[in-house]
């Protein structure tokens, strides 16, 4: 059974530009959440999707916005990109029991 | 305020060595994460509890709810396990499973 796959793995943006960034769960998994790690502010929370919705969004600008099809996958989007935007990006899938299963990550550095 | 919190930040210990690593939260939860973090990034998750004791290998997990504490143990360390550890509270919110508040991780670096 294929894990959580994430693209791309590593990415290098100006600042201003927009980024997308993929996770396409674990087949039968609804549920995808997002979030970024950055070396000041360790693991947060930016928001999780649940068929197609939603469910919670985390402390974060409205630049940071995100999506999920369908067929489960989801795409979060960071648009006017900052320095600060800098980070490792994980997403993880759950079927509802509420064990996760993250994805290898997105390393995004802007320049 | 929701918070996590781990200790020790730092753990470098001899292979072979009992581990302890621990973790406090002030939130009401029901369950808690404890997550492992290799140098290339992705994390696995390694348990996920609410109540008493879950066991894996040479990993246990224990929690006590009404205490709000929660502690990952390794028994005869290996450098493999060298890795961040982190514990990660659920905030449940309108059913959410994965909107969690993680502790800053535990950097366990084991010598042969």
């Known amino acids: 059974k294929a894990g959580v796959t994430q693209t791309p793995r590593y990415l290098i943006k100006t600042r201003g530009q927009q980024v997308t960034l993929s996770c396409s769960p674990i087949s039968g998994h609804r549920s995808v959440s997002w979030y970024q790690q950055t070396p000041g502010q360790g693991l947060q929370f930016l928001f999780e999707?649940?068929?197609?919705?939603?469910?919670n969004k985390g402390n974060f600008p409205g630049r940071f916005s995100g999506r999920q099809f369908s067929n489960s996958r989801s795409e979060m989007n960071v648009s006017t990109l900052e320095l600060g935007d800098s980070a490792l990006y994980l997403c993880a899938s759950s079927t509802g029991t509420g064990e996760l299963f993250f994805g290898e990550g997105s390393r995004l550095t802007v320049l | 305020k929701n918070e996590v919190e781990q200790s020790p930040q730092n753990l470098t210990a001899q292979e072979g060595e009992f581990i302890t690593i621990n973790c406090s939260y002030s939130?009401?939860?029901?369950?808690l994460h404890w997550l492992q973090q290799h140098p290339g990034g992705g994390i696995v998750s390694l348990f996920m509890?609410?109540?008493g004791k879950k066991k894996h290998g040479r990993l246990i997990a224990t929690i006590n709810i009404q205490e709000k504490h929660s502690s990952l143990h390794i028994t005869a360390s290996h450098p493999r396990d060298s890795a961040v550890y982190i514990c990660a509270a659920p905030l449940n919110y309108g059913g959410s499973q994965g909107n969690l508040i993680f502790g800053k991780g535990t950097k366990l670096s084991v010598k042969p």
């Open positions: 939130v009401g939860i029901s369950a």
């Open positions: 999707y649940f068929s197609e919705t939603q469910r």
């Open positions: 509890l609410s109540s």
